[in-house]
């Protein structure tokens, strides 16, 4: 068998009384969590699912979302995971998008799929199938789990170059983006992550963060190439994942940066509950220099931060350079580069900021129906991130900001990341987001967005004095610091800066 979930069959033969999965109160071994996967497997093919037909999940963190990746590898159809906040036309673009022939869901979000129904020509309602109960004329994913056979599934002749899955970027906002991903590429996170993290058979995995998003795959994906322990929470919270982490003894975490400062600034927040943990996985965003500073005193030795692209190349900071290389986003791994580049393409000298491009044995097949926008970006087997950066001598990349992001102030480049670094060293903001607004003499002028800290008290003008006697030049200096009791935030966690800066645009004509 070359199909990825040959790793179950492989660990439910050889180590089937190891724990696979731990989900709430229930603990299943390898050779149980398999059979579970081969009844989805079993049902899948039993709708007539084939090979290369593409499968979408609408669901939350539940047993049945990792099942459902399992089972569409172990017959060779495509998942196609959909975040459950994705509501009316964001639902039905991507669904048709990826001409989805069965979608997995729950009855909470039943109403949602119900509105769009009409407008999805592949999907028939007996092809719905619900995790949580029956109702006519839904499929009832339970029950036909319960009577598939727990035997294995005819072989679905899956090779390594075989579509895996397609990951969407977006579909809130902006054009859908379906990132095509092989089994050999998801191998490839199996076996290069797997040695980065140091991970072995008796690592305790835990994630907490939404698994519908790529990231998750940089921990899921080598735990249980290695039979590992996958411990997954419903959702995020602090103090759940500290309790969790002191009593299953976890060994690999993977945050996102806003995750981190609320383990760091929750009152159950303790490290010696923490002692087990051996990394520390930051990413999805930069995480300010304090809090790394922060998290290196607390608990040092384990951090590690993965700069990357769900297209298809990754840069490391390794704990053993967690310290020495403050400020990094680390390196390219084994039998993979990055460069830095001009807009004619050009490579750049050390310390110069330009485009991060990159390739490596993550690469993408492409965006699916997109090849003008693939060849947009990938371009000689090298992907173009949108990304500005700079290398060090050694080669060690450091991240400058977004592209888009970037403020151009009276033809002046001001760089967000840039002010974000010195906001965040203030005591009382636990968190910023820097963006541009219309000005009318400059274009455009930084504003920062900051959410306090728990019982700190500063004014907004405070906070503005404060960052601009601290900036390096007057264009960096902030015109406006909002205080916001929360940031707009995707399923996955990330900060949705989009969200708070247009708003200021929707009216070039709007005082400021």
């Known amino acids: 068998m ?43 093919a039993g709708l007539g699912v084939r090979k290369g037909q593409r499968v979408a999940s609408l ?4 047993l049945e979302l990792l099942e459902f990746y399992w089972a569409c590898a172990r017959i060779g159809a495509v998942a196609v995971p959909l975040s459950p906040l994705l509501t009316g036309t964001g639902l039905s673009s991507l669904i048709n998008d990826a001409g989805a022939v069965c979608l997995i869901t729950q009855r909470s979000l039943l109403p949602v799929v119900a509105a769009v129904l009409p407008a999805l020509p592949t999907l028939a309602p007996a092809r719905v199938l619900l995790i949580d109960g029956k109702q006519q004329p839904w499929g009832d994913y339970a029950a036909l789990a319960a009577a598939a056979a727990a035997t294995e599934v005819p072989a679905a002749d899956v090779s390594p170059d075989d579509l895996f899955n397609i990951m969407y970027t977006s579909g809130t906002t902006g054009l859908p983006k379906g990132i095509m991903h092989s089994h050999r590429v998801r191998a490839m996170y199996a076996l290069q992550l797997g040695g980065a993290w140091r991970m072995t058979p008796e690592s305790v995995v835990l994630h907490s963060g939404a698994i ?100 298809g190349f990754v840069t490391i900071l390794d704990k053993t350079d967690a310290v020495r290389k403050a400020g990094s986003v680390g390196c390219p791994q084994p039998f993979s580069e990055v460069r830095i580049v001009d807009d004619a393409g050009r490579d750049l000298p050390p310390g110069q900021p330009g485009e991060i491009v990159g390739r490596g044995p993550f690469a993408m097949q492409g ?48 760089y967000p990341r840039d002010i974000e670094e010195i906001a965040a060293a203030h005591p009382a903001i636990a968190e910023v987001a820097v963006f541009g607004i219309p000005h009318p003499t400059w274009g455009e002028t930084p504003l920062a967005a900051v959410v306090l800290k728990a ?53 070039r004509a709007k005082p400021i």
């Not at 669901?59 to 539940?62: D, H």
């Open 367 to 414: 965006y699916w129906g997109k090849p003008e926008l693939t060849a947009e970006t990938m371009r000689n087997g090298w992907i173009f991130s949108g990304d500005i950066g700079h290398l060090d001598a050694e080669g060690y990349l450091y991240l400058v900001d977004r592209k888009k992001d970037m403020i151009d102030s009276g033809g002046v480049k001001v």
């Open 455 to 507: 019982g700190a008290d500063a004014t907004a003008e405070e906070l503005r004095d404060w960052i601009n006697e601290r900036v390096a030049a007057r264009y960096q200096r902030v015109r406006e610091v909002v205080i916001k009791a929360a940031f707009p935030r995707n399923a996955a966690g990330k900060t949705l800066k989009r969200d708070m800066r247009d708003p200021y645009w929707a009216d």
């Open 59 to 62: 669901l939350p963190n539940t």
């Open 212 to 311: 519908v998003f790529n990231g998750a795959f940089v921990t899921l994906m080598p735990a249980f190439h290695l039979g590992a322990t996958y411990i997954l929470h419903r959702q995020f919270d602090a103090a759940e994942m500290i309790e969790t982490i002191a009593e299953e003894r976890v060994t690999h975490i993977m945050v996102v940066p806003a995750q981190i400062i609320a383990l760091l600034d929750s009152p159950a927040f303790d490290p010696a509950k923490l002692a087990s943990l051996q990394m520390i996985l930051s990413l999805g965003a930069p995480l300010a220099q304090p809090r790394k500073d922060q998290l290196n005193q607390l608990l040092p030795g384990r951090f590690h931060e993965l700069y990357g692209l769900t297209e």
């Open 2 to 44: 070359t199909e990825l979930s040959s790793l179950l069959a492989h660990h439910a033969r050889y180590r089937p009384q190891a724990t696979a999965v731990v989900f709430g109160e229930l603990r299943l071994n390898y050779r149980d969590f398999h059979a579970r996967v081969e009844r989805v497997a079993h049902v899948l």
